[in-house]
């Protein structure tokens, strides 16, 4: 039988593959990432040198402590052992702050859009760290995040990145920058252990920080990020708890 004759009953007799939109949206989801999985513990070793991070308290933000956050139930250093990212559904950093002027919400920190003049060059800090930031819900937790306690609130911190979520990609300084408090935060918590999503610890509320979320390249910006943090010569001049002469403890007044 000649070639073309060949190829033309093959054609005739191989059936077309055809997706309904059901399972075209099915497959379409399976290759996307999935919120409810974003995740990670940080590792034993790697952890950071002190250093600062670029922020300033949200003005005016002190007036509302009392109404958008409450006292920790545990140690406010030893305590923390979490930290949850999230994605506000609103573009502006002034409609993300007025959950807590109407003190039904608070986080920690606060990382500008692209369209705001602080993107860049600083992040919101709003709630103190020494108190509970309301950005869970009490009953909400996830199996391997502090063996799956609940009132997440009190040993978490809680980092907000404005985005709308809805066709609005994150820009590189927001994940970078949201990275680098993770890293500050590591290097001042000592028990600190997990990097975890809202839509992780709570799936029927969200899905923040959403799909959009490079959270691959957070977790890398995290654990291995490509230069140091900078430290200061004056605090780089200091000599570590660790490697201090002992002295002879009676020579302090003790009370």
Same mark, same amino acid.
């Given at each position: 039988?000649?070639?073309?004759?060949?190829?033309?009953?093959?054609?005739?007799?191989?059936?077309?593959?055809?997706?309904?939109?059901?399972?075209?949206?099915?497959?379409?989801?399976?290759?996307?990432?999935?919120?409810?999985?974003?995740?990670?513990?940080?590792?034993?070793?790697?952890?950071?040198?002190?250093?600062?991070?670029?922020?300033?308290?949200?003005?005016?933000?002190?007036?509302?402590?009392?109404?958008?956050?409450?006292? !920790?139930?545990?140690?406010?250093? &030893? @305590? #923390?052992?979490? =930290?949850?990212?999230?994605?506000?559904?609103?573009? /502006? *950093?002034?409609?993300?702050?007025?959950?807590?002027?109407?003190?039904?919400?608070?986080?920690?920190?606060?990382?500008?859009?692209?369209?705001?003049?602080?993107?860049?060059?600083?992040?919101?800090?709003?709630?103190?760290?020494?108190?509970?930031?309301?950005?869970?819900?009490?009953?909400?937790?996830?199996?391997?995040?502090?063996?799956?306690?609940? !009132?997440?609130?009190?040993?978490? &911190? @809680? #980092?907000?990145? =404005?985005?709308?979520?809805?066709?609005?990609?994150? /820009? *590189?300084?927001?994940?970078?920058?949201?990275?680098?408090?993770?890293?500050?935060?590591?290097?001042?918590?000592?028990?600190?252990?997990?990097?975890?999503?809202?839509?992780?610890?709570?799936?029927?509320?969200?899905?923040?920080?959403?799909?959009?979320?490079?959270?691959?390249?957070?977790?890398?910006?995290?654990?291995?990020?490509?230069?140091?943090?900078?430290?200061?010569?004056?605090?780089?001049g200091a000599t570590p708890m660790g490697k201090l002469a002992?002295?002879?403890?009676?020579?302090?007044?003790?009370?």
């Open positions: 039988m000649p070639p073309g004759r060949r190829d033309m009953i093959h054609a005739r007799f191989t059936p077309t593959l055809r997706y309904t939109d059901r399972q075209t949206r099915a497959l379409q989801e399976q290759a996307m990432p999935d919120p409810k999985t974003y995740l990670f513990d940080l590792p034993a070793a790697g952890r950071p040198a002190p250093f600062a991070i670029p922020e300033v308290l949200y003005p005016g933000v002190q007036d509302y402590w009392a109404r958008s956050t409450s006292l !920790r139930r545990f140690d406010p250093i &030893l @305590g #923390i052992n979490a =930290v949850v990212i999230h994605a506000t559904a609103g573009g /502006s *950093s002034a409609r993300a702050m007025s959950v807590m002027q109407a003190g039904t919400g608070s986080f920690h920190w606060l990382v500008p859009d692209e369209n705001e003049s602080q993107h860049g060059n600083i992040v919101w800090a709003c709630a103190p760290e020494s108190r509970a930031a309301w950005h869970v819900g009490d009953d909400k937790s996830h199996p391997r995040v502090n063996g799956g306690a609940k !009132r997440v609130n009190h040993w978490s &911190l @809680g #980092i907000e990145v =404005v985005k709308t979520q809805v066709a609005d990609p994150f /820009s *590189s300084w927001q994940v970078e920058v949201t990275a680098r408090i993770v890293r500050y935060c590591w290097a001042k918590y000592p028990n600190l252990k997990t990097i975890v999503s809202h839509a992780a610890l709570d799936p029927a509320c969200g899905t923040d920080p959403g799909v959009d979320f490079d959270w691959n390249h957070f977790r890398q910006l995290v654990i291995s990020p490509p230069g140091k943090e900078s430290v200061s010569s004056t605090i780089a002992p002295i002879d403890v009676r020579t302090f007044c003790t009370g």
